[in-house]
């Protein structure tokens, strides 16, 4: 896969041959968390320095090591994003990197996903389900194929918690503890940024002041991408799809989602003390 991507962008910067790092922003694109709309941002600004990993069908995830090796061998690169990367990557004193991260609650995110793959014309299995079911039954067959939890059940738990390469035959599925809510913490804690998808407008200001000494002059005006979402209140969203559910499955899908609900009250919590702090 790392062969498929080809150094198009000249010879090594003027930073690795003096041993500067070179600065570079990496977005982890979580599906369903306003990655488009920040990928618009990137790509509008970035224009030749910006490199969109892509997957073949056959594989899921970039590993960390992967990921430095392609931003290495293309060192035009400003700007990369992917679906599949998985944070954080190893240290290299050659790169600095400026992760950019978004957290959305969970079960608000699952009802985006099953609006997104209702129109979305895509062929795949759950797609097509989307399609011809209701909310209810489309729940209610997530939760029959139990081995295909992963992109239902502690998400971001899950991409926050990677202990290593070795973890990622079963990534998408491997079993959620509260071991991995404590790493997720803590790495949640350790970021100098993160945006809350809910909160939109003032992720992009505070992604502004953390991008600014590195990437001065970025345009930070956006248009939403694939936005499929009610314009009504989350609270407004959040009670539809409870009543869409009704209460027992509705309380189910938040017990498979604990975790990644207890991650997301402290994403918020920290989020608003950074606003009060950075934005007044």
Not at 34 to 46: D, E, K, P, Q, T
Not at 121 to 140: D, L, N, P, Q, V
Request: glycine share 8%; with cysteine.
């Amino acid at each position: 896969m790392i062969n498929k991507i080809k150094d198009m962008l000249g010879e090594r910067s003027g930073r690795e041959r003096t041993g500067v790092p070179r600065n570079v922003i990496v977005h982890f694109h979580y599906y369903k968390n306003a990655g488009s709309s920040v990928r618009y941002i990137l790509m509008r600004n970035f224009h030749g320095k910006y490199l969109d990993f892509i997957l073949p069908v056959s594989r899921t995830m970039i590993t960390g090591k992967e990921a430095i090796k392609i931003i290495l061998d293309n060192p035009g690169v400003e700007a990369v994003t992917s679906h599949e990367m998985i944070y954080p990557f190893p240290p290299d004193e050659r790169l600095r990197i400026y992760p950019l991260i978004f957290i959305r609650n969970p079960i608000d995110r699952i009802g985006s996903i099953y609006r997104y793959e209702r129109i979305s014309g895509e062929r795949y299995e759950r797609a097509e389900i989307a399609r011809t079911e209701c909310f209810k039954g489309y729940i209610e067959w997530i939760f029959s194929k139990k081995e295909r939890m992963g992109e239902f059940s502690e998400f971001h738990v899950r991409e926050l918690s990677c202990r290593g390469d070795g973890e990622l035959h079963d990534f998408k599925e491997r079993c959620i503890s509260g071991s991995d809510l404590s790493i997720a913490y803590e790495r949640l804690e350790g970021l100098k940024f993160f945006g809350i998808v809910e909160r939109f407008s003032e992720s992009i200001k505070l992604m502004e002041g953390y991008l600014d000494g590195a990437f001065p002059g970025i345009d930070y005006r956006y248009q939403h991408q694939n936005r499929t979402e009610r314009i009504d209140p989350f609270e407004t969203r959040i009670g539809m799809l409870r009543q869409e559910l009704g209460s027992s499955l509705f309380d189910r899908l938040e017990k498979v989602n604990r975790l990644d609900l207890e991650l997301y009250n402290h994403a918020c919590e920290l989020f608003e003390a950074r606003v009060k702090e950075k934005i007044g």
